[in-house]
């Protein structure tokens, strides 16, 4: 009769485990979509200012400091995000150079 209860006892332990974990699971994701999310409209707000930058460009050079400007605020995001596993081995070969 005892080692019923202590076999019930552990199964429940067991899933209530498992439910708190899965909540954890799930509340980590919704952080990651929210970040990815985020990240997404930096993006968009980048690119549409890159956008404005190129259409009130009046010649070759105007057009090549949009991109400079795109490019080095592009850098900052990552760099400040961390960056991803590419980023993180791209800056390593080119400081390898």
């Known amino acids: 009769m005892h ?3 202590v076999l019930f ?3 429940l332990m067991s899933a209530l ?3 708190v974990a899965a909540k954890e699971e799930k509340m980590t994701f919704d ?3 929210e970040k990815a999310m ?3 409209d930096k993006h968009i707000k980048m690119l549409s200012e890159l956008k404005s930058c190129i259409q009130g460009a009046k010649d070759k050079s105007a057009m090549k400091a949009c991109r400079k400007s795109h490019k080095s605020q592009m850098k900052e995001m990552r760099k400040s995000s961390g960056g991803g596993k590419r980023h993180r ?3 390593k070969q ?3 150079e």
Do not use: I, M, V, Y
Request: with cysteine; proline share 0%.
């Open 3 to 5: 080692l019923k209860k």
């Open 9 to 11: 006892a552990s199964c």
């Open 17 to 19: 485990a498992f439910s």
């Open 31 to 33: 952080q990651k979509k």
């Open 38 to 40: 985020s990240r997404l």
């Open 89 to 91: 081995q791209r800056n």
């Open 94 to 96: 080119e400081s390898d």
